[in-house]
Protein backbone atom coordinates (compact mmCIF):
# COMPACT_ATOMS: atom_id res chain seq x y z
CA UNK A 1 0.00 0.00 0.00
CA UNK A 2 0.62 3.91 0.38
CA UNK A 3 2.33 3.63 -3.75
CA UNK A 4 2.54 7.40 -5.29
CA UNK A 5 3.56 7.80 -8.98
CA UNK A 6 4.73 10.40 -10.73
CA UNK A 7 5.57 11.32 -14.14
CA UNK A 8 7.15 12.04 -16.52
CA UNK A 9 9.98 10.54 -14.68
CA UNK A 10 12.33 12.65 -16.71
CA UNK A 11 11.91 15.80 -19.60
CA UNK A 12 14.41 17.89 -21.22
CA UNK A 13 12.76 21.25 -22.70
CA UNK A 14 13.57 24.45 -24.19
CA UNK A 15 13.91 27.95 -22.10
CA UNK A 16 10.64 29.67 -21.77
CA UNK A 17 8.29 26.76 -22.12
CA UNK A 18 6.03 25.14 -19.20
CA UNK A 19 6.23 21.76 -18.01
CA UNK A 20 3.71 19.90 -15.91
CA UNK A 21 4.26 17.29 -13.99
CA UNK A 22 1.83 14.94 -11.99
CA UNK A 23 1.21 13.41 -9.06
CA UNK A 24 -0.65 10.35 -8.11
CA UNK A 25 -1.36 8.35 -5.11
CA UNK A 26 -2.46 4.84 -6.41
CA UNK A 27 -4.06 2.95 -3.36
CA UNK A 28 -5.37 5.89 -1.05
CA UNK A 29 -6.79 9.07 -0.73
CA UNK A 30 -4.51 12.27 0.55
CA UNK A 31 -5.71 15.07 1.53
CA UNK A 32 -2.76 16.74 1.44
CA UNK A 33 0.21 16.39 -1.08
CA UNK A 34 2.96 18.49 -0.95
CA UNK A 35 5.66 19.62 -3.48
CA UNK A 36 9.39 19.04 -2.90
CA UNK A 37 13.09 19.94 -5.25
CA UNK A 38 16.59 18.76 -4.87
CA UNK A 39 19.60 19.86 -6.12
CA UNK A 40 22.47 17.82 -6.71
CA UNK A 41 23.78 16.25 -2.85
CA UNK A 42 21.26 18.48 -1.20
CA UNK A 43 18.64 17.29 0.76
CA UNK A 44 14.82 18.21 -0.17
CA UNK A 45 13.92 21.83 0.11
CA UNK A 46 9.66 21.98 0.50
CA UNK A 47 8.18 24.36 -2.39
CA UNK A 48 4.81 23.66 -1.49
CA UNK A 49 1.65 22.17 0.32
CA UNK A 50 -1.29 21.24 -1.72
CA UNK A 51 -4.83 20.55 -0.42
CA UNK A 52 -7.53 19.39 -2.40
CA UNK A 53 -9.98 21.53 -3.28
CA UNK A 54 -7.80 24.75 -2.20
CA UNK A 55 -5.31 27.05 -3.10
CA UNK A 56 -1.73 25.39 -2.32
CA UNK A 57 0.47 27.23 0.51
CA UNK A 58 3.69 28.48 -0.71
CA UNK A 59 7.17 27.92 1.26
CA UNK A 60 8.81 32.03 1.34
CA UNK A 61 11.26 32.23 -1.59
CA UNK A 62 8.59 30.03 -4.03
CA UNK A 63 6.66 31.78 -6.73
CA UNK A 64 3.64 31.28 -7.01
CA UNK A 65 2.92 32.41 -10.09
CA UNK A 66 5.73 30.23 -11.55
CA UNK A 67 4.91 26.98 -10.32
CA UNK A 68 1.93 26.55 -10.16
CA UNK A 69 -0.27 23.62 -8.33
CA UNK A 70 -3.65 22.24 -8.88
CA UNK A 71 -5.47 19.48 -6.30
CA UNK A 72 -8.28 18.62 -8.26
CA UNK A 73 -8.80 15.59 -6.86
CA UNK A 74 -7.73 13.42 -3.37
CA UNK A 75 -5.24 11.13 -5.76
CA UNK A 76 -3.93 13.85 -8.13
CA UNK A 77 -2.04 17.17 -7.81
CA UNK A 78 -0.36 18.65 -10.56
CA UNK A 79 2.91 21.12 -10.70
CA UNK A 80 3.13 23.14 -13.63
CA UNK A 81 6.74 25.14 -13.71
CA UNK A 82 5.54 28.13 -16.40
CA UNK A 83 8.53 29.93 -18.36
CA UNK A 84 11.26 27.59 -17.36
CA UNK A 85 14.40 28.55 -17.55
CA UNK A 86 18.32 26.57 -16.46
CA UNK A 87 18.09 27.41 -13.10
CA UNK A 88 14.84 25.71 -12.47
CA UNK A 89 16.91 22.28 -13.79
CA UNK A 90 16.13 19.92 -10.56
CA UNK A 91 15.05 16.88 -9.18
CA UNK A 92 11.19 17.93 -8.18
CA UNK A 93 9.64 15.14 -5.89
CA UNK A 94 5.87 14.89 -4.97
CA UNK A 95 4.86 13.14 -1.91
CA UNK A 96 1.19 12.14 -0.80
CA UNK A 97 0.71 12.09 3.24
CA UNK A 98 -1.76 9.17 4.64
CA UNK A 99 -2.43 8.36 8.05
CA UNK A 100 0.07 6.92 10.14
CA UNK A 101 -0.55 3.43 11.75
CA UNK A 102 -1.40 3.31 15.57
CA UNK A 103 -3.71 5.95 15.48
CA UNK A 104 -1.08 9.24 15.92
CA UNK A 105 -1.89 12.56 14.69
CA UNK A 106 0.66 12.37 11.95
CA UNK A 107 0.41 11.52 8.75
CA UNK A 108 3.34 9.84 6.72
CA UNK A 109 4.74 11.05 3.55
CA UNK A 110 5.15 8.48 0.89
CA UNK A 111 6.75 10.32 -1.87
CA UNK A 112 6.87 9.39 -5.47
CA UNK A 113 9.61 8.15 -7.68
CA UNK A 114 10.98 11.99 -8.67
CA UNK A 115 10.85 13.72 -12.39
CA UNK A 116 14.38 14.71 -12.95
CA UNK A 117 13.68 18.12 -15.27
CA UNK A 118 16.04 19.63 -17.36
CA UNK A 119 15.91 23.18 -18.84
CA UNK A 120 18.09 23.82 -21.73
CA UNK B 1 12.56 27.82 12.75
CA UNK B 2 13.95 24.29 13.31
CA UNK B 3 17.68 22.83 13.13
CA UNK B 4 18.36 19.42 12.59
CA UNK B 5 21.45 18.07 12.71
CA UNK B 6 23.45 15.25 11.05
CA UNK B 7 26.59 13.92 10.16
CA UNK B 8 27.86 14.27 6.34
CA UNK B 9 29.04 10.88 5.46
CA UNK B 10 29.52 7.59 7.07
CA UNK B 11 31.16 4.57 5.59
CA UNK B 12 31.33 1.02 6.92
CA UNK B 13 31.93 -2.71 6.00
CA UNK B 14 29.57 -5.00 4.94
CA UNK B 15 28.17 -7.13 7.76
CA UNK B 16 29.06 -4.51 10.33
CA UNK B 17 26.76 -2.03 12.56
CA UNK B 18 26.00 1.60 11.67
CA UNK B 19 24.36 4.61 13.77
CA UNK B 20 23.80 7.53 12.61
CA UNK B 21 22.63 10.46 14.68
CA UNK B 22 20.36 13.12 14.46
CA UNK B 23 19.91 15.96 16.75
CA UNK B 24 16.98 18.40 16.57
CA UNK B 25 15.68 21.57 17.97
CA UNK B 26 12.66 22.67 17.78
CA UNK B 27 9.30 23.48 19.29
CA UNK B 28 5.90 21.64 19.29
CA UNK B 29 7.66 18.88 18.08
CA UNK B 30 5.25 16.16 16.73
CA UNK B 31 7.55 12.96 15.40
CA UNK B 32 10.78 12.27 13.74
CA UNK B 33 10.48 10.38 10.56
CA UNK B 34 13.68 8.46 9.14
CA UNK B 35 13.85 8.23 5.05
CA UNK B 36 16.45 6.08 2.73
CA UNK B 37 17.03 7.55 -0.53
CA UNK B 38 19.40 5.94 -3.01
CA UNK B 39 21.12 8.49 -5.75
CA UNK B 40 18.46 9.64 -8.11
CA UNK B 41 16.02 8.42 -6.58
CA UNK B 42 12.79 9.50 -4.00
CA UNK B 43 12.62 9.09 -0.41
CA UNK B 44 11.32 5.91 0.89
CA UNK B 45 9.83 5.84 4.63
CA UNK B 46 11.93 3.82 6.80
CA UNK B 47 10.38 4.71 10.50
CA UNK B 48 8.51 7.22 12.60
CA UNK B 49 8.87 7.39 16.36
CA UNK B 50 6.67 10.02 18.34
CA UNK B 51 7.45 8.87 21.67
CA UNK B 52 10.36 7.54 23.30
CA UNK B 53 12.66 4.50 23.16
CA UNK B 54 13.49 2.13 20.46
CA UNK B 55 11.44 0.88 17.35
CA UNK B 56 12.91 -2.36 15.49
CA UNK B 57 11.99 -3.35 12.03
CA UNK B 58 14.03 -5.92 11.18
CA UNK B 59 17.95 -5.17 10.33
CA UNK B 60 16.93 -1.31 11.42
CA UNK B 61 15.67 0.14 14.24
CA UNK B 62 15.38 3.97 15.21
CA UNK B 63 15.80 5.49 19.01
CA UNK B 64 14.12 8.53 20.13
CA UNK B 65 14.44 10.91 23.27
CA UNK B 66 12.31 13.96 23.40
CA UNK B 67 13.88 15.71 25.77
CA UNK B 68 17.86 15.50 24.59
CA UNK B 69 15.93 16.25 20.95
CA UNK B 70 18.24 13.33 19.65
CA UNK B 71 17.25 10.45 17.45
CA UNK B 72 19.33 7.82 15.72
CA UNK B 73 18.96 5.47 12.74
CA UNK B 74 20.53 1.79 13.74
CA UNK B 75 21.44 -0.09 10.57
CA UNK B 76 22.66 -4.03 11.54
CA UNK B 77 24.08 -6.57 9.05
CA UNK B 78 24.70 -4.16 6.76
CA UNK B 79 24.42 -5.08 2.67
CA UNK B 80 26.13 -3.13 -0.12
CA UNK B 81 22.38 -2.44 -1.08
CA UNK B 82 22.22 -0.41 2.26
CA UNK B 83 24.59 2.49 0.39
CA UNK B 84 22.48 5.21 0.42
CA UNK B 85 21.49 8.52 2.32
CA UNK B 86 19.67 8.90 5.11
CA UNK B 87 17.08 11.48 5.96
CA UNK B 88 15.67 12.70 9.40
CA UNK B 89 12.61 14.59 9.17
CA UNK B 90 10.92 16.46 11.58
CA UNK B 91 7.13 17.81 12.25
CA UNK B 92 5.84 19.74 14.29
CA UNK B 93 2.33 20.91 15.64
CA UNK B 94 1.88 23.84 14.61
CA UNK B 95 2.81 22.90 10.64
CA UNK B 96 0.40 20.17 10.53
CA UNK B 97 2.30 17.01 8.29
CA UNK B 98 5.12 19.48 6.95
CA UNK B 99 8.22 17.75 7.03
CA UNK B 100 11.54 19.48 7.67
CA UNK B 101 14.67 17.56 6.57
CA UNK B 102 18.14 17.34 7.76
CA UNK B 103 21.35 17.41 4.82
CA UNK B 104 21.34 13.54 4.93
CA UNK B 105 24.12 11.60 5.79
CA UNK B 106 25.34 9.23 2.98
CA UNK B 107 26.27 6.30 3.86
CA UNK B 108 28.71 4.10 1.89
CA UNK B 109 29.12 0.16 2.55
CA UNK B 110 32.36 -1.35 1.78
CA UNK B 111 33.01 -5.07 0.99
Redesign the interface.
Known amino acids: G?VVS?HPSRVICKSGTSVKIECRSLDFQAT?M?WYRQFPK???M?MA?SNEGSKATYEQGVEKDKFLINHASLTLSTLTVTSAHPEDSS?Y?CSA?SR?SGG???????????T?LTVL | GQNIDQPTEMTATEGAIVQINCTYQTSGFNGLFWYQQHAGEAPTFLSYNVLDGLEEKGRFSSFLSRSKGYSYLLLKELQMKDSASYLCAVTIKAAGNKLTFGGGTRVLVKP
Open positions: AQTFQSLLTFIATVSTDTQYFGPGR
